[in-house]
């Protein structure tokens, strides 16, 4: 019979298939969805549970108190702050790149994008590192810096460029294969019918890269908010000046001020569940992730 | 044969010129200070931090538990996988993107929230007192924190590889009166064998640099719970620049090796698609 099934129709008809046991089939299905739902119940809904119930523990009125502490405001600040420089420069970059290598074809585009992807592998350790390293007192610029008054460990500038080494794959590595299964008919249409390069990107490439683009940035956005590693390495942990959320969280939960710290932990699993709803209604309308 | 291939569209030289300006400024020289700041020391030096018993027992823990976090997901992520590509059951769309969580929370937040449901008054922790099983502050914490967040790796590896594994050669060979057994073990497996093995390789490489998430439930005891990359943060903090340059250069090529071993990987699952397709 030359049926052709949408996807996912064929899910509960297995047991009417000949050769079928059907009560071993039964138990099978019972058995690998139970497992599922326990594994990830253990593992990842009883804690995203916990952030709420330990933030609300002591009822409404001191959850939302601890959001009036001007350091964990300080905190909020600074997240967003890192989060609107780092996002739009890795953006840029990302587009860039990914015209770059999905519209040409050059020697070495394999190596390029293998780099482009370095920082995924790196652990978010040594990404905070390479700037002390650079940069830090005892760095290979740390004293010229110290000379010209320029502080760039424990202040802003470094944790933004360490937000931004870790997020840095993140745009483009969803625009370069998009671009490149795209193919570039309608953009060599856009030239050969005289239009100039710039109106050509924004007129034919962005709105064909749109999904693609936004899926990117808001995952780049999460990672950014939600670094830890690479941030604590170069922050100096000064409060009120460069703790950003997920170090403020470090801070309150190691003086035990746990209604604090799951407040704090609150904003940011809330901030994953919106980023969540995103990517899957970017999904919807047919983007697939490669 | 040119550098690159003639082409109608203009901007290659600005967009090729700013990538890769942007790529060595963030990415490329950072890494190059710190090789070089290893490279800097003496080899005798660098190989006393590096051998270290202080730093042996940490990659130990390290490499141990995100060997264990990797097995147990390519385990579990298989089982995950398999029930959201072959049933239909009320909720499964929500549990298809809840997922994903693990990229999208930061860290801290894990590491936290992990900590408190099993700590020994936590949601979970308290029903494994009684039974002697410690997990935060242990090893299994490490190993729990690690296999959360290297998770949707594995699950994300191998949904695919199900959604392609041809149902039409499962009935036939079961219409050949093959036991379901024997389809799972020549023809699901086969065909999923390249995806679970990336997906095998991308959870340890993720578990092997995770820091935030383990920090809160490690215990942090040097040679016990103390993980590599929170040795590099403590001869940072005790500013060893040199020590901690030496332990990152060997977690680099770790990385890289494991990087190599993906690409490999992948193109030989590509290979087998390619065969299996004609």
């Known amino acids: 019979m030359a049926v052709v099934l949408p996807h996912g129709a064929f899910a509960d008809d297995a047991a009417t298939r000949p050769g079928q046991h059907t009560w071993v089939h039964a138990i099978v299905r019972w058995l690998c969805i139970t497992v599922s739902l326990t594994f990830l119940a253990a593992v990842l809904l009883a804690p995203l549970a916990t952030v709420f119930a330990m933030a609300l523990a002591q009822g409404l009125a001191p959850y939302l108190e601890s959001f009036a502490d001007p350091d964990t405001l300080a905190a909020i600040r600074l997240t967003l702050t890192t989060a609107l420089v780092v996002v739009p420069l890795n953006t840029v970059f990302g587009l860039a ?44 610029f740390g004293v010229w810096l110290q000379e010209h008054d320029i502080s760039i460990v424990f202040a802003l500038p470094g944790i933004i460029l360490a937000t931004m080494f870790v997020t840095f794959p993140y745009v483009a590595r969803e625009l370069i294969p998009l671009m490149q299964q795209l193919g570039n008919d ?30 990117g940035m808001v995952l780049c956005n999460a990672r950014a908010m939600g670094e830890f590693g690479a941030v604590s390495v170069v922050s100096g942990h000064i409060r009120g000046l460069t703790n950003t959320m997920p170090l403020h969280i470090e801070i309150l939960y190691n003086q035990y001020n746990f209604v604090g710290a799951f407040a704090v932990a609150s904003l940011l699993t809330l901030l994953a569940v919106l980023t969540l709803v995103v990517k899957t209604l970017v999904e919807r309308t047919g983007y697939r992730r490669r | 044969m040119s550098f690159r291939k003639a082409s109608v569209l203009p901007g290659f030289g600005l967009t090729f010129g700013f990538t890769t300006f942007f790529l060595s400024a963030i990415v490329l020289l950072p890494l190059a200070a710190l090789v ?98 410690k997990v935060a502050y242990t090893w ?61 390789t991308l959870a340890f490489a993720r578990a ?71």
């Not at chain 1, 060599?188 to 899926?215: D, N, S």
């Not at chain 2, 700041?37 to 990659?59: E, T």
């Not at chain 2, 999208?104 to 700590?119: E, H, K, M, R, Y």
């Open chain 1, 186 to 215: 309608e953009e060599e249409a856009a030239i050969t019918l005289g239009a100039g390069g710039w109106m050509t990107f924004f007129r034919v490439t962005l709105p064909k890269v749109r999904w693609g683009l936004v899926y």
């Open chain 1, 97 to 140: 790149a990914a015209w770059a290598i999905g519209k040409f074809e050059f020697r070495g585009k394999s190596m390029l994008i293998t780099l482009i992807d370095l920082p995924l592998a790196i652990s978010p350790v040594i990404s905070g590192m390479v700037f002390v390293l650079l940069f830090g007192l005892h760095g290979w």
């Open chain 2, 208 to 278: 092997v640099g995770e820091y935030g998430s383990v920090i809160f439930i490690a215990g942090n005891l040097p040679m016990k719970t103390e993980i590599t990359p929170l040795l590099i943060v403590i001869h940072l903090e005790e500013f060893d620049y040199q020590g901690a340059a030496a332990l990152g250069v060997v977690m680099l090529a770790i990385s890289f090796v494991i990087l190599l071993a993906i690409n490999l990987l992948q193109a030989w699952g590509r290979r087998r698609h390619v065969q299996a397709a004609h």
């Open chain 2, 36 to 133: 070089a700041s290893a490279g800097s020391m003496h080899w005798s030096d660098f190989v006393r931090v590096v051998s270290s018993p202080r730093a042996l027992g940490s990659y130990r823990l390290s490499f141990g538990a995100s060997l264990l976090a990797a097995t147990i997901n390519v385990i579990f992520g298989f089982i995950i996988a398999w029930t959201l590509v072959r049933y239909e059951f009320p909720g499964r769309k929500i549990i298809d993107a809840l997922i994903d969580m693990p990229f999208a929370l930061p860290t801290a937040v894990s590491g936290i929230a992990l900590t408190t449901v099993f700590s020994q008054n936590g949601w979970i922790g308290r029903f494994l007192e009684p039974l002697g099983v």
């Open chain 2, 140 to 200: 299994i914490g490490v190993t729990l924190a690690l296999t959360l967040i290297s998770m949707p790796f594995a699950v994300r590896a191998v949904q695919p590889a199900l959604q392609e594994v041809q149902r039409d050669l499962e009935e036939a060979a079961e219409t050949l009166g093959a036991r379901r057994v024997y389809v799972l073990w020549r023809i699901i497996l086969p065909t999923v064998l390249p995806a679970l093995l990336t997906g095998f």
